[in-house]
């Protein structure tokens, strides 16, 4: 064992030797684009599913307003209008308003209708009925 640990060293020293660890400014500059780019790249990816989870909660913020704000317009605009009962009432009234003005005109024509068949004194069935004259008169008239 003792053996390879002197290999492993001794083949540490030879690399060190054929290349030595000195890093160039090209080098660390290259590096640090890199790692900046990452960066970045991980940075917009973080800010799209941000964005995704933003606009959905949005959404359906936006929803749940319009629907409460549709809800309270139908409300109040239903409350301007009377209630069943109040409709129920006044359609049981204009029947029966409607029914008392039938009975009466029923009872009218029954009287209008009965003196036709008993004969008037002064009617001696001859006469005619006067003839009214026209609206619109005829040429030479």
Not at 36 to 54: D, K, P, R
Not at 88 to 112: C, K, P, T, W
Request: aromatic share 8%.
């Amino acid at each position: 064992m003792h053996f390879a640990l002197h290999w492993l060293q001794a083949a540490a020293q030879a690399r060190n030797a054929a290349e030595p660890h000195t890093i160039t400014y090209i080098d660390f500059l290259t590096v640090t684009l890199t790692a900046i780019c990452v960066l970045l790249a991980a940075l917009g990816f973080i800010v799209a599913v941000v964005a995704i989870i933003g606009y959905r909660d949005i959404k359906a913020a936006a929803m749940k307003a319009g629907r409460l704000a549709v809800e309270a317009a139908i409300e109040s605009k239903l409350k301007e209008y009377p209630d069943a009962a109040k409709i129920h009432a006044r359609y049981n009234a204009i029947d029966g308003f409607m029914n008392g003005i039938l009975r009466r005109e029923a009872l009218l024509s029954q009287v209008r209708a009965a003196p036709s068949g008993i004969a008037n004194a002064s009617n001696k069935g001859d006469d005619k009925p006067a003839k009214r004259p026209s609206r619109y008169p005829k040429k030479g008239e």
